[in-house]
């Protein structure tokens, strides 16, 4: 069975950084680009950032273009997102999940994550 | 970048009704458009891939249609699990994009 768990979520001031991490389970991690995508309370899904297989090949959307960084240890199975300079309008639940030709068929359940003074 | 606009943004409708979503691409996206259900709290759930593939297990009242810009998620007899909201995503190109989301509520 296919598992994605999420964490590394909290409270974090404005400015701080927080590493998500999403662990990966029931299916051969280091064959699939893995995404995050984060949601806003009570907003829409928005696409965050993605990663091939080996780990070479990374895009990010604009809002997050040079504060956020992921990554992923295929001999641990996880997947990253490190976020740096976080700012109020980052504060969402980020979800990772496995892609396939493109589409997303597997996700976590989610970590939230708080930017608050 | 390419722009995801959904329509209608809610919608109201009975068990038993016929539903169908739209979804529009500021540019060609081929057939690379996928539809998602979430519901509160949950993860999405993934329905159709490539426009028109039926996800594993999905049941059949569901069903997507369209390529290029223009595309339709269609619910052919609404039932009481249905009601939730809905996504389109482009996986055309990068970033990568979804839809505003459609809200399916119970009239």
């Known amino acids: 069975e296919v598992q994605l768990v999420e964490s590394g979520g909290g409270l974090v001031q404005p400015g701080g950084s927080l590493r998500l991490s999403c662990a990966a389970s029931?299916?051969?991690?280091?064959?699939?680009?893995m995404h995050w995508v984060r949601q806003a309370p009570g907003k829409g899904l928005v696409w965050v950032s993605r990663i091939n297989s080996d780990g070479s090949n990374t895009n990010y959307a604009d809002s997050v273009k040079g504060r956020f960084t992921i990554s992923r240890d295929n001999a641990k199975n996880t997947l990253y997102l490190q976020m740096n300079s976080l700012r109020a309008e980052d504060t969402a639940v980020y979800f990772c999940?496995?892609?396939?030709?493109?589409?997303?068929?597997?996700w976590g359940q989610g970590t939230l994550v708080t930017v608050s003074s | 970048d390419i722009q995801m606009t959904q329509s209608p943004s809610s919608l109201s409708a009975s068990v038993g009704d016929r539903v169908t979503i739209t979804c529009r691409a500021s540019q060609s996206i081929a057939s690379s458009l996928n539809w998602y259900q979430q519901k509160p709290g949950k993860a999405p759930n993934l329905l159709i891939y490539?426009?028109?593939t039926l996800q594993s297990g999905v049941p059949s009242r569901f069903s997507g249609s369209g390529s290029g810009t223009d595309f339709t998620l269609t619910i052919s007899s609404l039932q009481p699990e249905d009601f939730a909201t809905y996504y389109c995503?482009?996986?055309?190109?990068?970033?990568?994009?979804f839809g505003q989301g459609t809200k399916l509520e119970i009239k």
């Open positions: 999940a496995r892609a396939s030709s493109g589409y997303l068929a597997y």
């Open positions: 490539a426009a028109s």
């Open positions: 995503h482009q996986s055309s190109s990068t970033p990568q994009s």
């Open positions: 029931g299916f051969t991690f280091s064959s699939y680009w």
